[in-house]
């Protein structure tokens, strides 16, 4: 199993660290649902009908923050939180987000400082030794997972530890706050818990994402 740190500059501790309280979703509207009965929900246009948070629904306007009932989900749907297939930034960009994405060299370059990190060795806060290991690779799933749950939670400002897409990590840190890597690697090596994670020579593959809107997050995915 994958397992993550999504760093934050507020974080202590090891294993699920909590970063801020709540699942980060709520209803929005009034939870009334369609009678099952209704035989037709469109308009008199045959438009589709209106959002309505509480139908089972999530129709690409809800998300999971603003309807955790019908948007927190594994299906593929607009709104969870996952670019799934079929989705791309001109029809889901609340999943998706801006193409071409404005951080791919930041994440390029936050994989060069891991790895130089890791071929030095480090001794973190709380007094483990580590030697020269060998860098990490990029594993494609883990990369794609750790983009998308870093635009969910820029964007939509989720919080909690689990994804949108409920997928299951093992291991959670949270890191929302540094804008620039020099900033993200201080909170790397200095909190103990994401010291410890980065230098755990029984990862060798890594998914990085990085992504900025209502607010800057880094996730990282181990293997």
């Not at 994958?2 to 934050?8: D, F, I, P, Q, T």
């Not at 699942?23 to 369609?34: A, E, H, L, N, V």
């Not at 607009?78 to 987000?97: I, P, R």
């Not at 890597?181 to 029984?202: E, K, L, S």
Request: aromatic share 4%; glycine share 12%; proline share 6%.
């Amino acid at each position: 199993m994958l397992r993550v740190a999504l760093l934050s500059t507020l974080i202590c501790g090891c294993g699920r660290i909590s970063f801020d309280p709540g699942t980060g979703g709520g209803s929005s509207g009034d939870d009334g649902s369609i009678p099952k009965d209704t035989p037709d929900r469109s308009d008199s246009n045959g438009d589709a009908p209106p959002a309505v948070c509480g139908d089972d629904t999530c129709n690409g306007t809800e998300t999971c923050k603003s309807c955790v009932g019908d948007c927190r989900t594994a299906s593929n749907v607009c709104g969870n939180g996952e670019c799934g297939a079929g989705e791309d930034s001109a029809n889901c960009f609340l999943d998706c987000g801006p193409t071409p994405r404005p951080w791919d060299a930041d994440e390029a370059d936050l994989l060069a400082r891991i790895n130089t990190l890791r071929a030095t060795g480090i001794t973190c806060p709380m007094g483990t030794v580590y030697p020269a290991e060998g860098g990490f690779t990029l594993d494609a799933a883990a990369n794609k997972a750790a983009r998308d749950w870093a635009w969910e939670r820029a964007h939509l400002s989720t919080t909690g530890f689990t994804p949108c897409n409920l997928a299951d990590w093992n291991t959670i840190a949270q890191i929302n706050g540094p804008t620039d890597n020099t900033a993200r690697m201080t909170n790397i090596t200095t909190n103990d818990a994401n010291c410890n994670q980065v230098m755990n020579p029984a990862s060798q593959t890594i998914g990085i994402g990085i992504a900025s809107d209502v607010k800057d997050t880094l996730v990282l995915l181990y293997n």
